[in-house]
């Protein structure tokens, strides 16, 4: 059964850091492209960011570029998103899904989300 | 980057009714790189439609999606009580992988 369990999120205050886990099973890890998507309270989903198969090509919103860095551990099967500078407008749900390249069928699993909350 | 513009935003209606939601892009979706999905409060998004008119694996077959360029849309027949969620689409192109606001299906 394919899963992704995020974990990692919680309460920080503005200017603090927070790293985002994603813990991948049942599946080949490495042959995805994986992205984050991030939910603010009441609102739509808004694109973060993407990382290759490789872990050696990344792509961010302009929204969180210099501050979020995303990277990945295929041997731990693990993705994670650093966010550095935090603010309050980065307070949402966020969520890690998966996509096949050279097959490009959407975000076909998501994980369940972690909660990040920027506030003092 | 790829703006998608969703309407209505907000749809009431009754269990059985048939409904079409909107998605237009501000430029053509190369390859029709275009998703759907639906969201219930609480829930991650769930991937409905693909490549702008494949269903993904399990879906009912009472989803489907159209389109091509710049306009599509997703029509769900005789809705079920379960079809009242939150749809986004979401084009794939290239980064930023942009989605729509969202239209919001509620009962009647």
Redesign the interface.
Same mark, same amino acid.
């Given at each position: 059964e394919v899963q992704l369990v995020e974990s990692g999120g919680g309460l920080v205050q503005p200017g603090g850091s927070l790293r985002l886990s994603c813990a991948a099973s049942g599946f080949i890890f490495s042959s995805y492209w994986m992205?984050w998507?991030r939910q603010g309270p009441g609102k #739509?989903?808004?694109?973060v960011s993407?990382i290759d198969s490789d872990g050696i090509s990344t792509?961010y919103?302009?929204s969180v570029k210099g501050r979020f860095t995303m990277s990945r551990d295929n041997g731990k099967n693990t993705l994670y998103l650093q966010m550095n500078s935090l603010r309050a407008e980065d307070t949402a749900v966020y969520?890690c899904?998966r996509?096949l390249p050279g097959i490009?069928? #959407?975000?076909?699993y998501? #994980?369940?989300?972690t909660l990040v909350t920027v506030s003092s | 980057e790829i703006v998608l513009t969703q309407s209505p935003g907000t749809l009431s209606l009754s269990p059985g009714e048939r409904v079409t939601l909107s998605c237009r892009a501000s430029q053509s979706v190369r390859n029709n790189y275009l998703a759907w999905y639906q969201q219930t409060p609480g829930q991650a998004p769930r991937l409905l439609i693909y490549g702008a008119s494949t269903r993904a694996t399990g879906i009912p077959d009472r989803f489907s999606g159209s389109g091509s360029g710049t306009d599509f849309a997703l029509t769900i027949t005789r809705l079920e009580t379960e079809d009242f969620a939150v749809y986004y689409c979401q084009q794939y192109v290239g980064p930023p992988h942009t989605f729509g606001q969202g239209t919001n299906l509620e009962i009647k």
């Open positions: 992205h998507v #739509g989903l808004v694109w993407r792509v919103a302009d969520y899904a996509i490009w069928s #959407g975000y076909d998501w #994980g369940q989300g | -």
